[in-house]
């Protein structure tokens, strides 16, 4: 395959439309929500309105006929700016509409993604549950049918750290559910489709967080929760290979979002290091903070070529599980690093929160533990050496 990843014109083009809106419109405003802890939903409606939460998914279905990559380009460029609208973007698209794209019934694809593709409706994806992150085959949620084969769903567990599950304008949340046994007593996980208001799902408060202060995570509860049998996403049973797809996806886009908080330190620390002076002269003249801007930039960089890569693997058909583990995992630990040094460049200002290099530092860590902690990626990775 080509290992050129320079953009398209039109990838190009949609890439500095994004870094326009976010520089323009969510950079003057997200520190005032963030600091509130408050959902931005006029700035939520504005990444709809331009077709952010479409962009991969076909016209048929209210959607901008993009590409996974562009997607990921635009998590990069919100993410430079700001990671609670990057997160917003990424959950709504890779974990709450692409279920329904990958797995779906086309009567499916046609009752929910136009909501979702034009940002009206945002989509969650419930899969982790208090005693069950990295672990999710430990799934204790549970589905019955009511009545046998055809009848309803009811559902009864408990999900944790669920993005985008309880806003005004959250549409639904696939779950992933026990709805059997296999004959080993190993569980069969499916999928369903449960919209927001359902009678007996209860959304808790959201969390009082470390970062991502401007986006919404909660826990949510299902007492004998009942939907109807159509809700089943794909074949039941194949829920559990279904998450594993949907992760792998996402890692490309957490990757992206890790790329643009480690790019957006480096951009913050360029602009304060010109103007900062001490003993006399900007601080950017000293050998160390430039040699700390060249690391990031560095960084940054290789980040970017990792997540790019898988995504272009992926875009191809090829192979992409082992090389979206690597992009996670490294640009993950590039924006934790980069977010380090960035606030040290600052000194006493990075630990101000009207400094955005303190809400970047704040929210890099949740990057190496979401979609897939590093220590996951490392099990995948090195389960490829052994399996070449």
């Not at 562009?70 to 990671?83: H, K, N």
């Amino acid at each position: 395959m080509s290992l050129d990843h320079r953009l398209t014109p039109e990838h190009e083009e949609l890439r500095r439309t994004v870094e326009a809106f976010a520089h323009d419109v969510v950079a003057p405003k997200i520190g005032e929500f963030y600091e509130r802890h408050e959902f931005p939903y006029d700035i939520v409606r504005e990444m709809g309105r331009m077709g952010l939460f479409g962009l991969p998914f076909p016209e048929e279905y209210g959607g901008m006929g993009g590409d996974y990559l562009a997607l990921c380009l635009a998590i990069e460029e919100l993410a430079r700016v700001d990671s609670s609208v990057a997160i917003t973007l990424e959950a709504g698209v890779s974990l709450g509409a692409m279920p329904i794209f990958r797995f779906g019934t086309e009567e499916q694809r046609r009752r929910w993604l136009p909501a979702l593709c034009s940002g009206e409706a945002l989509g969650a994806f419930g899969l982790t549950e208090p005693d069950c992150g990295s672990d999710a085959g430990g799934t204790r949620t549970t589905a019955v049918r009511d009545g046998g084969d055809g009848g309803d769903w009811v559902i009864n567990g408990t999900k944790s750290f669920i993005t985008n599950s309880g806003t005004d304008i959250t549409g639904l949340i696939t779950v992933t559910a026990v709805t059997g046994r296999k004959p080993d007593g190993s569980p069969l996980i499916s999928t369903i489709v449960v919209p927001a208001g359902t009678p007996g799902l209860t959304v808790a408060p959201g969390y009082s967080k470390v970062g991502w202060n401007a986006s919404d995570t909660r826990e949510l509860s299902f007492v004998d929760v009942r939907v109807p049998a159509s809700h089943l996403l794909g074949e039941e049973g194949r829920g559990y290979a279904q998450f594993l797809r949907i992760l792998d996806e996402g890692r490309i886009a957490i990757a992206a979002m890790a790329t643009g908080l480690a790019q957006g330190c480096l951009d913050e620390s360029l602009s304060y290091a010109a103007t900062r002076t001490a003993f006399g002269r900007p601080i950017g003249d000293n050998q160390v903070i430039e040699f700390k801007l060249a690391d990031m930039a560095t960084r940054a960089y290789t980040a970017r070529i990792a997540w790019r890569d898988a995504a272009s693997r992926l875009l191809a058909g090829e192979s992409f599980k082992t090389e979206a583990a690597m992009a996670k995992l490294h640009a993950s630990d590039v924006a934790v690093t980069n977010a380090r040094e960035a606030t040290q460049i600052h000194g006493g200002y990075g630990f101000m929160n009207e400094y955005p290099v303190a809400r970047m530092w704040r929210d890099a860590k949740i990057l190496e533990i979401g979609e897939g902690t590093s220590e996951v990626q490392r099990m995948l990775i090195a389960r490829h050496l052994k399996a070449a």
